[in-house]
């Protein structure tokens, strides 16, 4: 687990020139948003983000690969030592994803 967390920090750090970057804990692992839409997350596997043609475009040699047993395929990421690549792509997948949904109001 701390080695999931130095690499979500390292992640953040990456992205901090984009502004609106969190990561939130998820299953021993982290999900990562952007302006509030989820575009990937920290798996057992590593870094993946969600399949989108912005993706696609930047890392074209990466092979999907489902983040875990059941989970709809995502792109390892292959750019992550590419500062500027990496944001670039970050930045053009947001339109891209779907809006996050509203939280259901207990009661």
Same mark, same amino acid.
């Given at each position: 687990m701390a080695k999931n967390k &130095?690499?979500?920090?390292?992640i953040t750090e990456q992205l901090a020139d984009?502004?609106?970057i969190r990561h939130i804990p998820m @299953?021993? %692992?982290y999900i990562f948003y952007y302006r509030e839409r989820?575009? %990937? %997350? !920290?798996y057992g596997n590593g870094f993946l983000v *969600? !399949?989108?043609e912005a993706s696609k475009k930047y890392m074209p040699d990466? &092979?999907?690969e489902p983040p875990y047993e059941g989970a709809k395929p995502m792109l390892p990421v292959t750019i992550l030592e590419d500062r500027v690549t990496l944001?670039? @792509?970050v930045r053009e997948m947001y339109p891209e994803l779907p809006e996050r949904k509203p939280k259901k109001? *207990? %009661?």
């Open positions: &130095e690499l979500a920090d390292y984009l502004g609106e @299953m021993g %692992g989820i575009f %990937g %997350g !920290i *969600k !399949i989108t990466s &092979e999907p944001q670039a @792509m109001k *207990k %009661g």
